[in-house]
């Protein structure tokens, strides 16, 4: 488009038609003024237009792979008073139940049995002359079962380098931390990979999620958006005028059922942390952004 311009601007009657409109009052009537500066300035400029300049940030994507609570949160003291509450009103406006009309029904069979005119033969018959299980029977048995009753603990790796599984904290949702070199030390990150020509961010982060050491990690990523974006400079002695920086852009995924963790005697560089945790680890200009995205369920 610039050398045709270019050619328009140069012929005499465009130079005529351009004079023309400024010395009539066209401008008045709504017609814009074009300015033939203007457009020279602009056909010099897309004629002179270098070809395209390679980004001085280097892109990556990363991955928010959260870990949903499996079992319910631990209840506070007021939940605890509030749960009691609830169960005595509901106890109270409740029916009867079958066991508890049966409790009721032998309470007054034996009350009949005590009695004065009390008939063994009538009572027999009435009940088949067969041996029954009273409900009082059934309640010893339960008390009995309840005392060997151990619930599960709510965290299955009590003992072991409980950082590195996903089985911890079963009432909290984790997120998952790799630790990478970055320049001349190791810190901890989200899951990241470089971005590379004919990929998308998201191909990206998946990348950086699959390649993981020794993890097999299966995850559902909540769309192609990301949710969020980390812009930081390089230190001075490594910065250059075509790398100045990087660029993170963040997509939220969720961990699917039956994924590997780290199990005991293991050193993966990887670990499970509440959000509560996550400023013992990552650095407070990178958790300032990852906090803006991470939802403590």
């Known amino acids: 488009m610039a050398a045709p311009c270019s050619r328009m601007v140069n012929r005499p009657l465009f130079r005529q038609f351009m004079t023309h409109v400024r010395r009539t009052g066209l401008k008045h009537t709504g017609v814009r003024l074009i300015s033939l500066s203007c457009v020279c300035r602009a056909a010099t400029r897309s004629q002179s237009k270098p070809g395209s300049v390679a980004s001085p940030w280097k892109l990556y994507g990363a991955v928010c792979l959260q870990r949903l609570p499996v079992i319910s949160q631990e209840r506070n003291p007021v939940e605890d ?13 409740s029916l009867l139940s079958e066991h508890e009309q049966r409790l009721l029904e032998e309470a007054e069979r034996v009350r009949r049995k005590q009695a004065d005119n009390y008939d063994s033969d009538e009572e027999e018959a009435d009940y088949g002359g067969q041996e029954t299980i009273t409900a009082q029977d059934q ?84 769309g192609n958006t990301p949710c969020g974006v980390y812009k930081y400079k390089f230190p001075k002695d490594v910065r250059t005028d075509a790398c100045v920086g990087a660029k993170v852009f963040f997509f939220k995924a969720l961990l699917s059922a039956g994924s590997a963790s780290r199990s005991a005697g293991q ?23 990852v906090n803006r995205f991470i939802l403590d369920l």
């Open 81 to 93: 008073r509030f749960a009691e509450l609830m169960h005595q009103m509901e106890l109270e406006r």
């Open 139 to 222: 309640e010893d048995t339960w008390e009995l079962n309840l005392k060997h009753f151990q619930p599960a603990l709510r965290d299955r790796d009590v003992g072991v380098p409980a950082l590195g599984s996903v089985e911890r904290c079963l009432g909290d949702s984790l997120v998952l931390l790799v630790q990478q070199t970055v320049g001349k030390g190791n810190i901890w990150l989200l899951p990241q990979a470089q971005w590379e020509a004919g990929e998308t961010l998201r191909q990206t982060a998946e990348r950086g999620l699959a390649s993981l050491p020794e993890a097999d990690f299966k995850a559902t990523f909540l």
């Open 267 to 289: 050193n993966k560089p990887f670990l499970w942390a509440k959000k509560t945790e996550l400023q013992g680890y990552l650095k407070p200009a990178y958790l300032e952004k």
